[in-house]
């Protein structure tokens, strides 16, 4: 199946504990099935101290599942579903864009 969420995107948190919030994929990692999200699911971590970084208790990122997340449409910043258009026939046939689909309209944007 095609990725329909990238590295780069924007996305919002459509279930959980960060619920409403969106934020910019920062690292994909496909075979969990899980993404970073800049600024959700915000979780304290302690930092030993090295030579390069001073100890302490840090906040980072932890990662969010897939299915808890959907793309948000560029026009107007809400959760949206997604296709992709095909161009072409027959066997010169290619994938070449995402389409967005309305939540509440249905529609194709």
Do not use: C, W, Y
Not at 37 to 43: E, H, I, Q, S, Y
């Amino acid at each position: 199946m095609a990725a329909k969420i990238k590295k780069g995107d924007k996305v919002v948190v459509i279930a959980g504990r960060d619920k409403g919030r969106s934020g910019e994929v920062i690292e994909m990692r496909r075979d969990d099935g899980r993404l970073l999200v800049r600024g959700v699911n915000m979780v304290k971590r302690h930092q030993r101290q090295t030579a390069q970084q001073e100890g302490g208790i840090i906040s980072k990122e932890a990662p969010i599942h897939l299915s808890n997340v959907a793309l948000a449409d560029p026009k107007d910043g809400k959760p949206t579903r997604v296709g992709f258009k095909f161009v072409g026939k027959g066997d010169d046939r290619k994938k070449v864009r995402r389409v967005f689909i309305g939540t509440t309209t249905g529609r194709r944007r």
